[in-house]
């Protein structure tokens, strides 16, 4: 029997709302599994009064669903102590039947952020989250990096650890010899110390993940391989190098996850009803000036793990395009439509003159071109703002009325993003929390639920 692997992938660049969709769909999943990136992604989900900020953790452990931290992380232990005391707290139990990290994980020590800062200039420009990303990712690629494996037996890591540090040592005084800057330089005992203290508390959850998502798929499960960042965060396909170190596509899942292809059987893209940036890099639609603020702060544009103001335009169909062939979503989740309400007209970008005097409706693929275009839009009749608890009626209608009971402009609008990107839409949000989704379709109830993404899905 093979079970399901459904993807679920930022289409633009991040924090389109992955983490509500992720929690609603693990209802009816057994595994939810993080596949790439680490302590900088921010992930916000709202179950009734209360709210989680997750950054490491998969979001299914706020529902006590089996959950798993992937060969394709970077983990830093400091943060993900943090991250489960914070949840224990808040009353959910984590233990190591709920969450297994992958022994081949890479680890990330303070030296790597150290590392960040003392590039200060390159960081600074490509606005990293600081969390040690970057260098992580360049030790797994240099072959020279920690993994899970040697932080969790502490008798490996009291022998490996100082070597390491040594060697990092060397790099950042160097690295902050020619910026200038003056990164702290972690000491070699505290940190053997405090991380031999976080291995004997993180020791139990180390697994082989890839194995077990195989066998849970064998055994006809099913599996969320849940994105971190965005799809033009890609280190490959995305604005590089404003780009985060890993894959955050949907093919992101299978080397991160350890899967073959054949294992995904959906891949649902999560958009944003406008587009937002935090961090620098080429961003053709972006808004500047009243309406900039206006969006800001009607859509509590802040970063969830740097607290940045994000950078807000309106939705490029020419990159969601793109995002459809990069990622193959076989259907979209469109967030914060009820956000929108207020502003008129909404534009959406449709294509590009490049500065060779040339059109395309194709993103382009050298970023230098990014910040010389002449962005073309199609313009559409607003809608009105509406209050939660209207945009909350809208959303019980739409449980028998499908994407009907939206108010005539905002259905137009999900109609145009539909049509003009190709990703077949399944639900619309109009509000953080779980009652404030309209499905394509009416209601998503168990059972209903597979066979509706059945229709949607690439076979
Ligand atoms: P890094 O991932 O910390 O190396 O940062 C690289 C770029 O990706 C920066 O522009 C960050 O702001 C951006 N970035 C990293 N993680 C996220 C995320 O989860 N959401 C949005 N942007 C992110
Ligand atoms: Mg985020």
Redesign the pocket.
Known sequence: MKGNGIVVVGAQ???EGKGKIVDMLAESADVIVRYA?GG???HTIVVGERTFKLHLLPSGVVRGKRSLMAAGMVIDPRLLAQELDELMRAGITIDPLILGIDVRAHLILPHHQSMELARSASTKA??????G??PAYEDAAARSGLRFADFADKTRLAAKLPAYAAAKKRVIEAEAMASGATPSIPGDESVLEEYAALSQRLAPYACDASAEINESLGAGRTVIFEG???TF?DKSFGTYP????SHPLSGGACVGAGVGPSSLTEVHGVVKAYST?????PFPTELAGDVADRLVEAGKEF?T??GRRRRVGWLDACMLSRSQQLNGFTCGHLTKLDVLGGFSPLLIATSYTLPDGSTTTLFPADTELLDHLIVHYTELPGFDALAPSQWREVARLGASLGFAALPPAARAYVHAIGELTGIPLASVSVGPGRDEVIWANGSREEGHADAFFKTLSLE
């Not at 490509?126 to 969390?131: A, D, L, N, P």
């Not at 404003?242 to 170190?245: A, G, I, L, N």
């Open positions: 660049f991040g924090d990136g900088n992604a921010g490509i606005g990293t989250t600081g969390k990303i970057g971190a960042q965005g965060l404003f780009v985060t170190s940036r935090v961090g620098g890099g970063g793990t740097t």
